[in-house]
């Protein structure tokens, strides 16, 4: 049976699935309560043999009740969602949760440069580990990202995180995840960067502990020094 949602694979990827969710049911709700009332009129008023169309020009109150009482209403749909939304921008955008690992990323027509930390832990030392188009994490860790771009606007998509942040010339934006479940994934660019845009695509390998160390064991660029 083919799988009719995207895995999630971070730690607020629910977070923002469930408010997409009661976005779209309160829009699809009263979208069907407006096309019953809009449909029903239609039946109820429509042309009868012997019976003149009436001028009405809407402004008694049993008229403008009809858009004045659902007004009302929607605006307070809206301000239950916007409330929601902002605990979820928070969660995501505002809060930044200590790190046990950080990352860089780097967008560049048309590839993903990832420079991971070595068997220390720290980056910007000696034994960092740098791919192309590989990002290698390990699942249960909270990973801070420094992201820029060497070149145009690009966007890094991580679907499965539910994560989307525009790469900036001459900017180091931080954000942060926390994988949730191993497994490879797709990584994007989301944002239209020049004739190559649609090869730009990356993986996300999300690890156990045990072979997130292997991992990096094997790509120790400092072992063949010692």
């Not at 629910?14 to 309560?33: K, P, Q, S, T």
């Not at 001459?170 to 649609?198: N, S, V």
């Amino acid at each position: 049976m083919p799988q009719l949602f995207l895995d999630q694979a971070s730690s607020y990827a629910h977070e923002i699935d469930n408010l997409i969710w009661i976005i779209a049911a309160a829009v699809g709700f009263w979208f069907i309560v407006a096309e019953a009332v809009f449909f029903g009129f239609i039946l109820k008023y429509r042309a009868k043999p012997g019976q003149r169309a009436a001028y009405i020009e809407g402004t008694e109150r049993k008229y403008t009740r009809f858009i004045s009482y659902p007004h009302m209403i929607i605006i307070l749909f809206d301000v239950v969602l916007i409330a929601g939304s902002i605990r979820v921008w928070y969660l995501v955008k505002q809060q930044l949760p200590d790190a046990d690992r950080t990352i860089r990323v780097i967008g560049q027509q048309w590839a993903w440069t990832f420079v991971h930390p070595g068997a220390d832990g720290e980056l910007d030392t000696d034994d960092d580990i740098r791919m192309v188009d590989e990002l290698h994490v390990q699942v249960g860790d909270t990973y801070h990202f420094q992201l820029t771009s060497t070149d145009v606007l690009h966007s890094f998509s991580v679907p499965v995180f539910r994560l989307k942040q525009d790469a900036v010339p001459g900017r180091t934006i931080t954000g942060w995840f926390q994988p949730t479940r191993t497994g490879e994934y797709d990584i994007q660019c989301a944002e239209i960067c020049g004739i190559g845009h649609g090869i730009m695509a990356a993986k996300l390998f999300i690890e156990s502990p045990e072979d997130h160390a292997a991992w990096i064991a094997a790509h120790n660029p400092t072992a063949s020094l010692q």
